[in-house]
């Protein structure tokens, strides 16, 4: 690390850097103008809060879990008691009707070398069927002629 930090600094030496006045003057105005940090002050610990405050905080969250449990039991209704509540069917869900955009569809320009590769392909596929056709029928007819041939020569 010595040997480093020798290099580093000769290096450091050899650079010949001039500095204007105007340049000169700004970067002494600009370390006049630092602050030195200061450290971050404590928090000041926060106020308790009275036991009036706590007790109307409470008494508040009492209340609206009254009210809550309130409006929930006296909503709803007993299925043994109302027999008409529970022989009726449940509406079916109406959804409001949406507006319906028009929509402009047309082809990708990628299609259509699709479908000319597709077209190129299935030529391809039907010339090889037929030059397969072509080599089982000239076998076939190699074959008959073969067969014909031994046939004749047994006697």
């Not at 970067?27 to 926060?46: D, G, K």
């Not at 308790?48 to 905080?57: C, D, G, K, N, V």
């Not at 529970?86 to 990708?108: F, G």
């Amino acid at each position: 690390m010595d040997n480093l930090a020798k290099r580093l600094r000769d290096d450091a030496e050899a650079i010949k850097a001039d500095v204007s006045p105007q340049l000169e003057s700004r970067i002494q105005a600009s370390l006049e103008a630092v602050v030195q940090e200061r450290p971050a002050t404590v928090e000041a610990p926060r106020t308790e809060r009275s036991a009036l405050f706590w007790w109307a905080s409470s008494l508040t969250g009492i209340a609206a879990a009254t009210a809550l449990i309130l409006m929930v039991n006296t909503n709803t209704v007993d299925p043994v008691t109302d027999n008409t509540v529970a022989n009726q069917a449940e509406p079916a869900l109406q959804l409001p009707e949406l507006p319906r955009l028009p929509l402009k569809v047309e082809a990708a320009m990628t299609t259509t070398l699709l479908e000319q590769e597709l077209e190129n392909i299935q030529s391809d596929l039907q010339r090889a069927a037929k030059a397969v056709e072509n080599d089982v029928d000239r076998i076939i007819d190699r074959g008959d002629s073969t067969e014909s041939d031994d046939t004749e020569a047994i006697p």
